[in-house]
């Protein structure tokens, strides 16, 4: 296969912001309000459990407290969101999120609701998602921004094109349509029930994969020339990760983010960024 794709890579733009972050973090904790980043956890998936791991080593080394509450996979609902309510109102918490995934049963936008809107950090309170929607400030969901974010740093167009967003959830596919509406490009949203899948996403300049189905994405679903972003994160037999977009899209498309090293160090970077910013 001869590879087409400009490789889109997204460890530059995480060191750019992660520097800014630093120097940020540095200023904030001089004037006296230590950023400090607190991640709820109520699984026992190994694939959470590693992430939860880095984004609390790329917050030591930025200078941000961490810390992880951890309420054990058999969490209610309403445990979590009194938890969450008892740190939000705790002043040396600057930042708080919760990860997924969560108990069987239990929804991020119901017990995310129990997040301070100044401490959601990873804009999964309802309340955030309705402000990012209607344009009022609000913190972006991380990845969903990270997606704009490495778009940007590789200089991709996005005003009057056609953005495909592969996945609908609350935390990436939602709020990205939103971020990309305003930075005027036409967005379509496809999902499980999209029928006839190809013929959508082949007709996309900018077609972004969310959707956690290793190498869905092929090159029959990519018109020649498009910018397409992998989001998928699916562990992999050997230990390692692979993307929803299958290589061989390399050969079709003008530019492919890489997994890992794509999406998801952007992601951090940019959540470290919301817990300075909340502390300031
Ligand atoms: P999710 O909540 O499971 O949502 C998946 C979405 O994909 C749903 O909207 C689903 O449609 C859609 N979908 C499933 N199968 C499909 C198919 N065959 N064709 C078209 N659409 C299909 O997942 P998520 O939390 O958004 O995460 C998506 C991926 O991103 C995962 O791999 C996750 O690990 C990764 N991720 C990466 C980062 C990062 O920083 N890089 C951060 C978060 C997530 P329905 O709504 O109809 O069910």
């Known amino acids: 296969m001869t590879v087409t794709a400009t490789r889109l890579g997204g460890t530059e733009p995480a060191a750019?912001?992660?520097?800014?972050?630093?120097?940020?973090?540095?200023?904030?904790?001089?004037?006296?309000?230590?950023?400090?980043?607190?991640?709820?956890?109520?699984?026992?998936?190994?694939?959470?459990?590693?992430?939860?791991?880095?984004?609390?080593?790329?917050?030591?080394?930025?200078?941000?407290?961490?810390?992880?509450?951890?309420?054990?996979?058999?969490?209610?609902?309403?445990?979590?969101?009194?938890?969450?309510?008892q740190l939000s109102a705790d002043p040396s918490v600057t930042g708080l999120m919760m990860q997924t995934p969560l108990p069987a049963g239990v929804a991020l936008a119901d017990v995310a609701a129990a997040i301070d809107p100044a401490k959601d950090v990873d804009g999964a309170n309802p309340l955030s998602l309705g402000r990012l929607a209607v344009g009022l400030p609000a913190f972006a969901p991380a990845t969903a921004a990270a997606v704009v974010a490495l778009l940007d740093h590789h200089g991709v167009e996005l005003s009057g094109r056609h953005a495909v967003v592969?996945?609908?959830?609350?935390?990436?596919?939602?709020?990205?349509?939103?971020?990309?509406?305003?930075?005027?490009?036409?967005?379509?949203?496809?999902?499980?029930?999209?029928?006839?899948?190809?013929?959508?996403?082949s007709t996309a300049d900018v077609l972004v994969a969310?959707?956690?189905?290793?190498?869905?994405?092929?090159?029959?679903?990519?018109?020649?020339?498009?910018?397409?972003?992998?989001?998928?994160?699916?562990?992999?037999?050997?230990?390692?990760?692979?993307?929803?977009?299958d290589p061989a899209v390399g050969g079709v498309a003008g530019g492919l983010t890489p997994v890992p090293g794509g999406v998801g160090p952007v992601t951090t970077a940019l959540l470290l960024r919301n817990v300075v910013r909340a502390s300031s």
């Not at 120097?23 to 980043?37: F, I, M, S, T, Y």
């Not at 309403?78 to 309510?85: D, H, K």
């Not at 379509?188 to 959508?200: E, F, G, K």
């Open 16 to 85: 750019r912001v992660r520097a800014e972050v630093s120097e940020l973090a540095a200023r904030v904790r001089a004037d006296g309000r230590p950023p400090r980043l607190t991640i709820g956890t109520a699984t026992d998936d190994d694939a959470s459990a590693w992430y939860v791991r880095s984004i609390a080593t790329a917050a030591g080394k930025a200078g941000i407290d961490c810390d992880i509450v951890d309420l054990g996979p058999a969490a209610t609902a309403a445990e979590i969101r009194g938890r969450l309510a």
């Open 166 to 201: 592969v996945g609908r959830s609350t935390v990436v596919g939602k709020p990205l349509a939103h971020l990309l509406l305003d930075r005027d490009a036409t967005v379509t949203v496809c999902h499980s029930r999209t029928s006839d899948l190809a013929a959508v996403t």
């Open 210 to 245: 969310a959707v956690g189905r290793t190498h869905l994405i092929g090159p029959a679903h990519v018109r020649p020339g498009a910018v397409v972003v992998d989001v998928g994160t699916n562990p992999t037999e050997d230990g390692g990760l692979a993307g929803d977009v």
